[in-house]
């Protein structure tokens, strides 16, 4: 169902839909990214078999608090994913698991009534894409530390590094990269979500980034320190033996 002022405008009745809303704990999916979800809650149950009767379009928006069970609009971030639904498996204990994976940013206009799930109007947000002289001087520097930081966090596999060096978009790079981030805060990284220029995008996950290397360099440090003091114990205790 679209919302449009013009049944002849395309643009329109692209831009502006009517979607089930999927909120999600803990978790933001960006576009380009492909995540199994556990959903439980019977709302939510009923907004992915609603999505899966239509198109399998449906919103995938954060929770301010991951621990509220029943949340309200109030409680749920305005900026989301559009999300295509891949793969939908119900669970013998009555969960389901999903594969969803983010296709565009979207921003809720406003939330229809319906008391089986949750229902929005929401309206993509323009894909901002340019290049010049300092945005891909910014891109290099985001892919270089990205190498640190994977050299540093064992979790990353090494063919992610290969990919994001071969990605020429800076909004995608930036989308790609912050989904690694694993430490980072839920409001950063649906701070990032929100910011439609990709440079600026970029620049804040350069700080982010930087930031996490420095405490992943510390903890390196650290454990480096506790070994070598738990080695020279053994070494004492053994010659005292």
Not at 101 to 111: L, N, P
């Amino acid at each position: 169902m679209f919302f449009h002022k013009n049944d002849n405008d395309p643009g329109d009745r692209r831009n502006k839909r009517a979607l089930p809303l999927l909120p999600l704990r803990d978790i933001i999916v960006f576009p380009h990214m492909v995540v199994p979800l556990f959903v439980g809650r019977e709302k939510s149950i009923n907004a992915l078999e609603e999505a899966m009767t239509h198109d399998k379009e449906i919103l995938l928006a954060a929770q301010k608090k991951a621990k509220t069970n029943d949340p309200t609009p109030d409680d749920i971030f305005r900026t989301g994913t559009l999300g295509t639904i891949i793969q939908l498996l119900r669970l013998p204990d009555g969960t389901v698991k999903v594969l969803v994976e983010g296709k565009r940013r979207a921003r809720i206009k406003r939330f229809v009534a319906n008391d089986s799930f949750f229902q929005v109007e929401a309206e993509e947000m323009p894909a901002e894409t340019f290049s010049n002289v300092e945005v891909d001087a910014l891109m290099r520097s985001i892919q270089s530390t990205f190498e640190t930081y994977v050299k540093l966090n064992k979790r990353i596999a090494p063919e992610m590094l290969m990919q994001v060096q071969t990605i020429d978009d800076p909004a995608r790079l930036a989308d790609t990269i912050v989904v690694h981030l694993t430490a980072v805060k839920l409001n950063d990284k649906q701070e990032i979500l929100e910011t439609t220029d990709p440079a600026k995008r970029l620049e804040r996950l350069f700080e982010l980034m930087n930031a996490e290397i420095e405490i992943l360099q510390v903890e390196k440090k650290i454990r480096s320190r506790v070994k070598k003091q738990m080695e020279k114990t053994q070494k004492e205790y053994y010659l005292n033996e």
